[in-house]
T-cell receptor, first 115, second 111 residues
Framework: AQSVTQLDSQVPVFEEAPVELRCNYS??????LFWYVQYPNQGLQLLLK??????LVKGINGFEAEFNKSQTSFHLRKPSVHISDTAEYFC?????????????FGTGTRLTIIP | NAGVTQTPKFQVLKTGQSMTLQCAQD?????MSWYRQDPGMGLRLIHY???????DQGEVPNGYNVSRSTTEDFPLRLLSAAPSQTSVYFC??????????FGQGTRLTVV
């Protein structure tokens, strides 16, 4: 069975500072990896995804993530955050054999931007 | 093009009542799923479907029922509501197994 660990439940960051949200996963097979963002009282929106190829993945709103197979990590980064980045961020994984219908989510990281 | 539409947005039930959460999509995606979101627990898969007439259980299926008679609709039924089912419920569709699209959620309170 696959699992996802997001070690930080809350991350406060000053505006225009860099941020890293950590995600580690475990799986016995090759995986697809995703980051989703949830703004208050809304559904989830795809931020970026790793399917294959380059381990550095760029997403929307200036975010990027790096897949590290040896460390089973998929950390999310942004060099300079804005107030509008305040949201909850979820890392998710699916086995390549099953595709997306069995997404396993982490418990989420609440990113708060301090003016 | 509405994407994924969930109704209702809010619902309060008494313990023991039954109800159906509706999910409709207009993207012609084969795969659909239901998740529940609880504080500190992320999203957990309740049931999913890989096409009309085919459904399967996820991580937390107890107390819920689903059916998939058409590609567009995937309703979630609560058979006898319990306070433990107080949660936010999300329906999601999937494109080509590589990207999920979520509805806006249904906030359910069971008293």
């Amino acid at each position: 069975a696959q699992s996802v660990t997001q070690l930080d439940s809350q991350v406060p960051v000053f505006e225009e500072a860099p941020v890293e949200l950590r995600c580690n996963y475990s799986s016995s097979v090759s995986v697809y990896l995703f980051w989703y963002v949830q703004y208050p009282n809304q559904g989830l929106q795809l931020l970026l995804k790793y399917l294959s190829g380059s381990t550095l993945v760029k997403g929307i709103n200036g975010f990027e993530a790096e897949f590290n197979k040896s460390q089973t990590s998929f950390h999310l980064r942004k060099p300079s955050v804005h107030i509008s980045d305040t949201a909850e961020y979820f890392c998710a994984v699916s086995d390549q054999g099953f595709g997306n219908e069995k997404l396993t989510f982490g418990t989420g990281t609440r990113l708060t931007i301090i003016p | 093009n509405a994407g994924v539409t969930q109704t209702p947005k809010f619902q309060v039930l008494k313990t023991g009542q039954s109800m159906t959460l509706q999910c409709a999509q207009d993207m012609n995606h084969e795969y659909m799923s239901w998740y529940r979101q609880d504080p500190g627990m992320g999203l957990r898969l309740i049931h999913y479907s890989v096409g009309a007439g085919i459904t399967d259980q996820g991580e937390v299926p107890n107390g819920y029922n689903v059916s998939r008679s058409t590609t567009e609709d995937f309703p979630l039924r609560l058979l006898s509501a319990a306070p433990s089912q107080t949660s936010v419920y999300f329906c999601a569709t999937f494109r080509g197994g590589t990207e999920a699209f979520f509805g806006q959620g249904t906030r359910l309170t069971v008293v």
